[in-house]
Each structure stands twice: as structure tokens, then as C-alpha cells.
């Protein structure tokens, strides 16, 4: 087994597993009674005015359905990350995810390029991280690689 593709899957669990204890602190703690909707509310003033507006609209009428979503979305793919299942396509999920929230972190009117580039930084970092993923595969260790031998023929 080469060593890209130990590093890939290393990369691939620990990032599984740091999504596992967000999502799971947001099952288990206050995220899906009340925080969701103090964070959503700070978004909808914070963020990009259409993003607000949508936020507004849809999203803060039905708090606890987004809160649910948001929260079993960011377990669940920490879940299949960590396993190696349905890798790229739960990393570019994460992406889209995490894009959401970037909406709501990056808008800074008459900023100049700084403030622009560290808007929503950790976020930023995130997304780029879960593309790599999505580059990368499964790398070893997953069950994309057990599914992809068995479809082929091989054990």
C-alpha cells in the first residue's frame, strides 16, 4: 500500500472524526433546541443580503427542521467519512454544507481584500480541506476500497 494512500485515509478519518463530535455536541447539546436559531438569526444580519433574505424566509420559520438537518448532516458525514463510504460524494455534501454557513460568515461590506480573505476563515479552510478529500478518494482503510474490489471481482 503506498504512502499517499495512508495519508489520505489518516487525513480522511481524523477529519471524520472531528465532524462526528460536532455534529454529535450539536445533537446532544443546546444547537438543535436554541442555538441554531441565535446563529441562524446572526447570519440572517450578518451575511450576504440575499442569504439573509433566505434565511428570513424559509429557514428561520422552521428552526428546529434546519437544526435537525444541519446537525444529523454534519454526523453523518463524519460518519461516512471515517468508514470510507461514499467518500467524494460525503465530501463534496460537507462542501456544500459548509458553504451554507460561508454565506453567512464572509460578507463584509467596504472591506477591503484582508477582510474579504479572512471572512469566515476556519470555514474557508474547512471547505478546502473536504475538497481534498473529494480529490484524494478514500485512499486506504475505507469501504469505497472493499466495494470497488468486490465490483471488480477481486478479494
Known amino acids: 500500500m ?4 495512508r495519508l489520505a485515509a489518516v487525513v480522511r478519518i ?6 462526528i463530535a460536532s455534529g454529535y455536541g450539536k445533537l446532544t447539546g443546546s444547537f438543535v433546541r ?6 441562524a438569526q446572526q447570519m440572517a444580519r450578518e451575511g450576504w443580503p440575499f442569504w439573509g433574505s433566505f434565511l428570513r424566509s424559509v ?4 428552526p428546529s427542521v434546519f437544526a ?9 458525514l463524519g460518519v461516512f467519512l471515517l468508514i470510507g463510504l461514499l ?7 460537507g462542501v456544500l ?21 479572512t471572512a469566515g476563515l476556519t470555514t474557508k479552510f474547512a471547505m478546502l480541506l473536504l475538497l481534498a478529500i473529494a480529490a484524494a478518494g478514500y485512499g486506504a482503510w475505507g469501504l469505497d476500497g472493499r466495494r470497488r474490489k468486490v465490483r471488480l471481482g477481486f478479494r
Do not use: M, N
Open 68 to 76: 435537525w438537518i444541519v446537525a444529523i448532516g454534519e454526523f453523518t
Open 97 to 117: 454544507l459548509l458553504f451554507s454557513i460561508l454565506l453567512g460568515q464572509s460578507y463584509v461590506p467596504g472591506s477591503r481584500w484582508p477582510g474579504w480573505i
Open 14 to 19: 481524523l477529519t471524520g472524526i472531528l465532524f
Open 34 to 39: 436554541d442555538g441554531f436559531v441565535k446563529s
Open 59 to 62: 429557514v428561520l420559520p422552521h
Open 87 to 93: 467518500t467524494r460524494a460525503a465530501a463534496v455534501g
Open 2 to 5: 503506498k504512502s499517499e494512500a
